[in-house]
């Protein structure tokens, strides 16, 4: 069976981020066993509608992210492997545009890739489940992965990091789905993590995925 990363603005199924290019947002599917990819707009009525796009990309992409910077929408593609990056500009019309950024053999490992905007400016936070090395990125006005503004290790086994906004604070949720735990940090004005502001044992189930949403 083939196995999809899909994409969509407010849901998210396995990794992505929000995609808003049109008054209703694009579906983007990404296939994570061979080189496939469809882009299809929703309907008003919530319903799959006409589809944008379909054709072949490369294969191996373990994280996607859709980020908007300004009027313009990028899309983020890593490859944990191979350490590989991709930034391409996402078009008026759903589909997929120039590119933007390559980075042919970068940092491996990475397990978990979000990008999250706070104070006017778009952070990339990358993070290694295993060795618990942490990155956070300022990326730049057009669209590229500019200076790193933090780095360090964060506790092993986070298996789920989500960023959301409540009353103007910026939060970042990490969830173990192993051990059962979570924990919440507020993020700083100048994109770095800080203070815990909640945590709890015998948290959610074996394989949880957490995902934060405005209904």
């Avoid at 990056?85 to 933007?100: A, E, L, S």
């Avoid at 009353?167 to 940090?185: F, K, P, V």
């Avoid at 815990?196 to 949880?208: I, P, Y």
Wanted: proline share 2%; net charge negative; glycine share 10%.
């Amino acid at each position: 069976m083939k196995a999809w990363r899909v994409l969509l603005c407010g849901l998210l199924f396995l990794a992505g981020a929000a995609l808003v290019v049109h008054a209703t947002p694009p579906l983007l599917l990404l296939s994570t066993t061979d080189d496939s990819m469809s882009i299809y707009q929703m309907n008003a009525d919530g319903k799959l509608g006409r589809g944008i796009r379909e054709t072949t990309w490369s294969t191996g992409w373990t994280s996607a992210e859709f980020y908007t910077i300004g009027a313009q929408t990028y899309l983020f593609l890593y490859k944990s492997e191979a350490g590989q990056i991709h930034i391409d500009k996402v078009n008026t019309d759903g589909t997929i545009g120039d590119r933007v950024m390559t980075l042919k053999a970068w940092y491996t490992g990475f397990t978990t890739v979000r990008l999250f905007t706070i104070g006017g400016n778009t952070y990339l936070f990358m993070l290694n489940a295993d060795d618990r090395t942490m990155y956070t990125f300022r990326m730049d006005p057009d669209g590229t992965m500019g200076d790193w503004v933090a780095w360090g290790t964060l506790s092993a086994g986070w298996t789920e990091a989500e960023f959301f906004t409540v009353a103007g604070a910026t939060y970042l949720l990490l969830l173990d789905s192993t051990g059962y735990y979570m924990e919440i940090r507020k993020v700083n004005a100048n994109g770095t993590i800080g203070h815990t502001v909640c945590e709890a044992l015998n948290f959610g189930t074996k394989g949880t995925i957490a995902r934060i949403f405005d209904p």
